[in-house]
């Protein structure tokens, strides 16, 4: 049987033919990515989800999506923070943790990524822009930024990718202090962090860019294979 991958999802205002309601929706190439290297994508609905789901899962997809609530690393939002999820934040918080508590095969995608540091004790910088000598990672909404990523030799994600690799960048925030128990093992040409793992687990590992936005499927595949 092909391993149960829990996906996470936005719940948002949406629209379609005559209705204009709130959705549970994802981007549908998330699914693809984990189906297309064997796995078999489960939607979990934000709001409708217990952390009991993590008990049927054979691993964790965290997907991107808006700001976490500053409130959860103790800051107030800065004037770049304007669109919060608070029930996503809840209802994703408890479905990681049980995760980690299993030690589920996690991969954390973008605010996924950011989300895993607040949980463990990191902070995030708010907006990327207003920090000396880094550069903007959001082009424009709706566009990915092409980014160089250099990864450590000792790695997991050194091992994955090599030395270096492409990465889709969609992201505004990025991580600032980094949780104790995250090794950071991949960053941009500017110096921000691109990547964090957790060792000795599994297999949990957490990106700032969109691997789904591309064909390059080896963290997906990784994530199956140890899911499997």
């Given at each position: 049987m092909r391993p149960l991958i829990g996906i996470s999802t936005y719940r948002e205002q949406a629209r379609w033919g005559v209705w204009d309601v709130p959705a549970v929706l994802l981007p549908a190439s998330y699914a693809d990515a984990v189906a297309e290297v064997g796995g078999e994508p489960v939607l979990l609905p934000t709001g409708a989800v217990t952390p009991d789901v993590v008990e049927r899962l054979d691993g964790l997809v965290l997907a991107g999506g808006a700001d976490i609530d500053p409130a959860r690393y103790g800051e107030e939002p800065g004037p770049h923070t304007t669109t919060i999820r608070?029930?996503?934040?809840?209802?994703?918080?408890?479905?990681?943790?049980?995760?980690l508590d299993r030690d589920l095969p996690i991969l954390a995608i973008c605010r996924g990524m950011q989300l895993l540091n607040v949980l463990l004790g990191g902070t995030l910088l708010q907006h990327l822009p207003v920090v000396p000598e880094t550069e903007p990672h959001l082009l424009q909404l709706g566009r990915f930024a092409r980014r160089e990523v250099r990864t450590a030799a000792d790695s997991e994600l050194g091992r994955l990718l090599g030395p270096v690799a492409s990465a889709d960048c969609h992201h505004h925030q990025a991580l600032d202090r980094i949780a104790p128990p995250l090794s950071p093992s991949a960053w941009s040409e500017d110096g921000?962090?691109?990547?964090?793992?957790?060792?000795?687990?599994?297999?949990c590992l957490a990106v700032q860019w969109h691997p789904e936005a591309g064909e390059d499927r080896r963290l997906f595949a990784a994530l199956v294979a140890a899911a499997g």
């Open positions: 608070p029930e996503r934040d809840a209802s994703e918080t408890a479905v990681l943790q049980a995760a921000v962090v691109e990547g964090v793992e957790l060792p000795g687990r599994r297999f």
